[in-house]
């Protein structure tokens, strides 16, 4: 799916290929129809448990995390995780992510990302990150 950023029109693949190969997201399911806009991309995320556990044992002994905190910190570092993609996106991109899942089947973080130009704003790339939601599983 072809998107408008700004002035260039970007397609979806081009934008899924740069999260593969620049993070340890897997790119699950491509939602930039279900947003809705001609403006925005949109994927469902996910990324193994192990590795956000790798991230997070340079601050903590996983020993003596408890579970429930454990929870909270492995969403943290994938909303995170997630973030840190606006770095290698189109210039002028924006993005909002969140975890939503941990997936046991799949012992993975599930997170939805949208990304935008900066024009379309925060606050309606949150609406739409808050509807993709609302939508899944």
């Not at 806009?37 to 601050?59: H, P, W």
């Not at 973030?83 to 924006?94: D, F, G, K, R, T």
């Not at 969140?98 to 990302?113: F, G, L, M, P, T």
């Amino acid at each position: 799916m072809y998107v408008i950023f700004g002035t260039e029109i970007v397609d979806s693949e081009e934008i899924k290929e740069i999260i593969r190969e620049n993070s340890d997201f897997i790119v699950e399911k491509d939602m930039s129809k279900a947003t809705k806009r001609e403006d925005v991309v949109a994927y469902q995320l996910s990324i193994s448990i192990d590795t956000l556990k790798q991230y997070i044992e340079e601050d903590f002994e996983l020993d003596q995390v408890e579970d429930e905190e454990l929870f909270d910190e492995l969403m943290t570092m994938a909303d995170e995780a997630a973030m840190e993609l606006e770095e290698v996106m189109p210039p002028e991109s924006i993005i909002n992510a969140r975890a939503y899942k941990w997936d046991n089947s799949d012992e993975a973080i599930k997170v939805i990302i949208a990304i935008c130009n900066y024009e379309v704003g925060e606050l309606k790339l949150s609406d739409v990150t808050k509807r993709l939601l609302s939508q899944i599983d």
